[in-house]
């Protein structure tokens, strides 16, 4: 899993106080990748093609096609023939920036100037790499990661999340216990994990869960009365009907890539709490989410103890998927990447800012070349929108090259 340095990392997961100047930090935060480059075989068939706009020929123009990948370099070295076809965006799937050496652009996770004024100055050889800030918009299919009707909200709190120490659940389990005795209340609380948890058989995890599990025992003595486990959810299906019945999605992490649980709960209409350092030195001065959309707490069990409770307590003042769909979501997404591309604005006719999901002539290119609109292309009518699998990208994407050339 990834590559570099990642011990260099660990001393951010569970602290919100590093005592470093802020440029050594940026090196911190860049030691590590979960990009799959060449030497990483056995990480092949995780090997994500995500197309946000396929490749056009209409009306005498072409239009290349735009997509991101956590192994960028890999794909080029693979399908030398892709960059003539395509653009393509690393993806880090972390807080760092992506290591890629062949990518057209980065995703950066936020706007914040002052990383990337440092990442220009002392990586000269990379500086001309186009730096897109996703953390407003992103690839989530909001009309299937969206409330479920006839749901009653029946949670308390829902936590998506690892036993890992990444996602500092001993503090969670210590609010648990500090809103227990405080408020006289026991919170319905749901540890969706992505762990074969089985508390009969916890000696089949791996040794870091297990010592994470341990942590949480240590603090509620029995656990299991105040959370429930629930592992291996599949996505679409049952992950938005437990975001639905949430009144509270919590996220416990200080440092990460682009939570997804964060996005994926707003969709769902279900305000979050996380805490104030998530995030922070990868962020500057860019919002954690959308005014209106939560609350964000200390990083201390009993401030987000009370902050749990003045979440509860105020529900009805929160409009989650309102204040995320008008900064996030996939069309936002599509016109912010494309946006970025000079490619784009100077060839598509009529071509505005923030606008390109609107474009009339880009949806009729994309009918002409592919029989469908631009909407079902984007939300998934395609089956070749999103692969995974090197050898199934292969497959496709010589196929692809081919009709284009």
Not at 36 to 42: A, N, Q, V
Request: aromatic fraction near 14%; charge should be negative.
């Amino acid at each position: 899993m990834g590559i570099g340095n990642y011990q260099r990392q660990k001393s951010y997961f569970n602290t919100d106080q590093i005592y470093k100047p802020l440029e050594e930090i940026y090196v911190d935060l860049d030691s590590w990748t979960n990009e799959i480059f060449e030497p990483e075989s056995e990480r092949y068939e995780n090997v994500n093609f995500s197309i946000i706009l396929p490749p056009l020929m209409y009306e005498d123009k072409f239009i290349k096609g735009l997509y991101f990948s956590e192994s960028v370099d890999l794909l080029n070295k693979v399908l030398p023939q892709l960059s003539d076809t395509f653009f393509s965006i690393a993806d880090s799937r972390w807080c760092s920036y992506p290591w890629s050496n062949t990518a057209d652009a980065y995703f950066t996770l936020y706007d914040n100037p002052s990383r990337e004024t440092w990442f220009r100055k002392i990586d000269p050889q990379r500086a001309n790499k186009i730096l897109i800030p996703a953390s407003h918009s992103d690839f989530i299919h909001e009309y299937l990661i969206a409330p479920q009707p006839f749901t009653v909200k029946d949670i308390d709190v829902l936590c998506v999340s690892r036993l890992s120490p990444v996602n500092n659940l001993p503090i969670i389990a210590e609010a648990l216990k500090i809103y227990k005795k405080k408020y006289n209340k026991l919170l319905k609380t749901i540890f969706i994990v992505e762990d074969d948890f089985d508390p009969n058989s916890i000696h089949k995890l791996s040794s870091e869960a297990q010592l994470e599990w341990q942590k949480v025992k240590n603090i509620l003595v029995n656990p299991l009365d105040y959370i429930q486990i629930i592992s291996q959810v599949d996505y679409y299906q049952e992950r938005p009907l437990y975001y639905s019945r949430s009144k509270i999605c919590l996220i416990g992490s200080l440092l990460d890539g682009k939570n997804s649980s964060l996005a994926e709960a707003m969709s769902c209409n279900t305000p979050v709490i996380c805490f104030q350092a998530f995030n922070q030195y990868a962020r500057g001065q860019a919002q954690i989410f959308p005014q209106g959309s939560g609350l964000l707490s200390e990083f201390d069990a009993e401030f987000l103890a009370d902050t749990l409770h003045t979440a509860l307590d105020n529900l009805t003042t929160f409009k989650p998927r309102l204040n995320y769909l008008k900064y996030q979501g996939r069309k936002q997404f599509f016109n912010t990447c494309l946006d970025y591309f000079s490619h784009y604005s100077s060839t598509i006719p009529d071509y505005e800012q923030g606008q390109a999901y609107h474009n009339l002539w880009l949806d009729l290119a994309i009918q002409h070349n592919y029989q469908i609109s631009l909407h079902d292309f984007l939300y998934g009518r395609s089956p070749r929108s999103q692969i995974q699998g090197l050898v199934n990208i292969y497959k496709t994407i010589n196929q692809w090259i081919k009709i284009q050339s």
